[in-house]
Every structure is written in C-alpha cells, then in structure tokens.
C-alpha cells in the first residue's frame, strides 16, 4: 500500500504516464483530501473548553482561537458542563432563537445559550466534530499520519492524481475513465463511513446495498 506521499506520486506517475514536479503532484493530492473530506467522517473530540458565561447563560466560543476546532469540517455535538452541574448535550437553534437552550454557530464562533440557573462563570463546553482531512506538504509525510486518512484509501489519491493530470493532459478518455474509477471508490467510501459513523442512516444504505446488488430499486 502507498503510505509516503511520494508513493502515490510514483503510482499515479506510472499510471498516468506524466512527470510532473513534486509542487504539482502535491497540489493534486490536497485538492483530492480537500475533496474526501466531507464523506470520511473522521470523528473528534474537543474537551474541556472554558466556556465563559455571563449572568444570562450566555458563553462564546471562539473557534479561530482553538487550535482543533479550526480544523473541524462539521460539528456534530456540543456539550455543557457547569461546575455545580453534570454535563448535557445541548441541541442546536435556529439563528433567531435567542430564548431557547443551545448552541448555535457562527462563521467564527459556537454561541452557547443556557439558562441562569444553570450557568456557571467557570464551566466548560465539549465539542463532537468532523474532521478535516489536512494537507501534506513533502515527498517523506506519512499519508495516514499527516491527513488522517486510513491506508484502505489511499488508492483513490492516486486516481484523483492520474485523473487531473490526464485532464491536464486533454487525455479526455483517459482522464474520464480515472475519474470514474475515482467517483466510484469514492461512493463506496462514503457508503462505509456512514455505516460506521452514523447508525441512524444505516437502514438507507442497506436498502442502496441491496438495490446496488439486485440492480433495482430496494424498496419496490
């Protein structure tokens, strides 16, 4: 398997049959993690951050200001723990609801609104995220260690290479036949994760499971 980055441009180069300079692979390899991304769920947790509040419940979280929530794609949960109290999972509001208790977020901040009797001036707020997949930036960074993506796809880095440097290339067919292996690899993986990450979901991909393999649709 192609774990170094410079695996996967030895590969897609082979497969491709373009030499290109390192810059140019590398940029590939980050637009196809750019790409991943929303579909590999990589789940995290932020733990114990101070969540400041004032007398009315409300607290601010600045995500520029924490080194991991800048680096979160999507947030899934958002807890509240005041010092005299026990942690709950606080649902998230409508932008106008400034009534309720909950979370809402901004495009710099995550807004806490709990009530007076449960805030506390020290309490603490922990966050349930997806992760982005981050970029690489040499030939030697470990592909699983650096992104976070697991070493089962590292194959489609490589079809995504081969497919824009074909295109690059005006290869067309080439180019639409990578993309296709690329997109369908892709599918799939989206297809594991939610079954992994989302339990609720896994009744809709059964029934996409079942349908892939009858050719039909399942639910007829």
């Given at each position: 398997?192609?774990?170094?980055?410079?695996?996967?441009?030895?590969?897609?180069?082979?497969?491709?049959?373009?030499?290109?300079?390192?810059?140019?692979?590398?940029?590939?390899?980050?637009?196809?993690?750019?790409?991943?991304?929303?579909?590999?769920?990589?789940?995290?947790?932020?733990?114990?951050?101070?969540?400041?509040?004032?007398?009315?419940?409300?607290?601010?979280?600045?995500?520029?200001?924490?080194?991991?929530?800048?680096?979160?794609?999507?947030?899934?949960?958002?807890?509240?723990?005041?010092?005299?109290?026990?942690?709950?999972?606080?649902?998230?509001?409508?932008?106008?609801?400034?009534?309720?208790?909950?979370?809402?977020?901004?495009?710099?901040?995550?807004?806490?609104?709990?009530?007076?009797?449960?805030?506390?001036?020290?309490?603490t707020a922990r966050v349930d995220y997806y992760q982005k997949l981050q970029h690489v930036t040499g030939e030697s960074d470990s592909i699983e260690t650096v992104?976070?993506?697991?070493?089962?796809?590292?194959?489609?880095?490589?079809?995504?290479?081969?497919?824009?440097?074909?295109?690059?290339?005006?290869?067309?067919?080439?180019?639409?036949?990578?993309?296709?292996?690329?997109?369908?690899?892709?599918?799939?993986?989206?297809?594991?994760?939610?079954?992994?990450?989302?339990?609720?979901?896994?009744?809709?991909?059964?029934?996409?499971?079942?349908?892939?393999?009858?050719?039909?649709?399942?639910?007829?």
């Amino acid at each position: 398997m192609a774990n170094l980055v410079a695996d996967i441009i030895s590969l897609a180069a082979i497969q491709a049959e373009e030499t290109y300079d390192t810059p140019t692979w590398i940029k590939y390899i980050n637009a196809a993690l750019d790409d991943l991304t929303s579909v590999i769920k990589l789940l995290k947790t932020k733990s114990s951050i101070a969540a400041v509040t004032s007398s009315t419940g409300a607290a601010t979280i600045t995500i520029s200001g924490d080194a991991d929530l800048t680096k979160a794609f999507e947030l899934i949960s958002v807890f509240f723990t005041p010092t005299s109290g026990t942690i709950r999972q606080l649902r998230r509001l409508p932008f106008n609801d400034n009534v309720s208790e909950g979370w809402k977020l901004t495009s710099t901040t995550i807004n806490i609104q709990v009530s007076g009797a449960n805030s506390d001036a020290t309490a603490t707020a922990r966050v349930d995220y997806y992760q982005k997949l981050q970029h690489v930036t040499g030939e030697s960074d470990s592909i699983e260690t650096v992104t976070s993506l697991p070493e089962q796809y590292h194959n489609l880095l490589v079809n995504y290479c081969v497919a824009k440097s074909q295109q690059r290339e005006e290869e067309l067919n080439d180019a639409n036949s990578a993309y296709s292996e690329y997109m369908s690899e892709k599918n799939s993986l989206a297809i594991d994760r939610i079954w992994q990450m989302e339990p609720h979901n896994r009744k809709f991909i059964r029934n996409a499971r079942i349908a892939a393999l009858i050719g039909g649709n399942a639910s007829q």
